[in-house]
């Protein structure tokens, strides 16, 4: 069964500082590799993916992804952050044989300092 | 093209009674799918439909079910609700399901359960 983790639960950065989350996977095959959003209240929106082919991924609002198979690692990052990217983040990962069955990990919150 | 919605947003039921939540996938989309969000175990795959037949589910208890419709509307209920029911319940819809479909969110029904 595939796994995730998201090892920090917290981070906060300075507005227009670089970000990067990490996140980590475990499965046996080539996964499929998500990264979604979530501001309050609000349900999940989709920031980029990553399913086969280039490993560097872009995705909307500036997010980039990269995909490291020997680290088992997709972590998403952002060259200069904006007060509006304050939201949790979710890394997912799917497989070609579970229909669409995502498995998250924990999430992390993002807080930006003004 | 109009969203996923859920309906209701918001609901409160007491303890031994049952829900019944409603998705309404993007037209066209034949996939739905259903999460449950918590504080304390995160966001957790319920189950999948595709084209009326149940493709995938998780590991949550019997008294969770659901169901799709011929015009790809799901509902899922949840009978004799306990506290721990208390959830953000989250519906996404693909166009197929492979897994390698985009799923796009609803913003989710909150049930609290006194």
């Known amino acids: 069964a595939q796994s995730v983790t998201q090892p920090d639960i917290h981070i906060t950065v300075s507005e227009g500082a670089s970000l990067e989350l990490r996140c980590n996977y475990s499965y046996g095959a080539t996964p499929y590799l998500f990264w979604y959003v979530q501001s309050p209240g609000q349900g999940l929106q989709l920031l980029l993916k990553?399913?086969?082919?280039?490993?560097l991924v872009q995705g909307i609002k500036g997010f980039e992804a990269e995909f490291k198979r020997s680290q088992s690692s997709f972590n998403l990052r952002k060259p200069s952050v904006h007060w509006s990217d304050a939201a949790e983040y979710f890394c997912?990962?799917?497989?070609?044989?579970?229909?669409?069955?995502?498995?998250f990990g924990g999430g992390t919150r993002l807080m930006v300092k003004p | 093209k109009a969203g996923v919605t859920q309906t209701p947003r918001y609901l409160i039921k007491t303890r031994g009674q049952q829900v019944t939540l409603s998705c309404s996938p993007i037209s066209g989309h034949r996939s739905v799918s259903w999460y449950q969000q918590t504080p304390g175990q995160g966001l957790q795959f319920l189950f999948e439909y595709f084209s009326e037949t149940q493709r995938n589910k998780g590991n949550f208890p019997g008294r969770f079910s659901g169901r799709q419709f011929s015009n790809s509307r799901s509902e899922m209920n949840v009978s004799t609700l306990e506290l721990g029911d208390s959830a953000l319940y989250l519906c996404?819809?693909?166009?197929?399901?492979?897994?390698?479909?985009?799923?796009?969110f609803g913003p989710g029904t909150r049930l609290t359960v006194l």
């Open positions: 990553y399913f086969s082919g280039d490993t």
């Open positions: 996404a819809s693909s166009l197929g399901a492979s897994g390698s479909f985009e799923q796009f």
């Open positions: 997912a990962v799917g497989t070609n044989n579970a229909g669409n069955m995502l498995t």
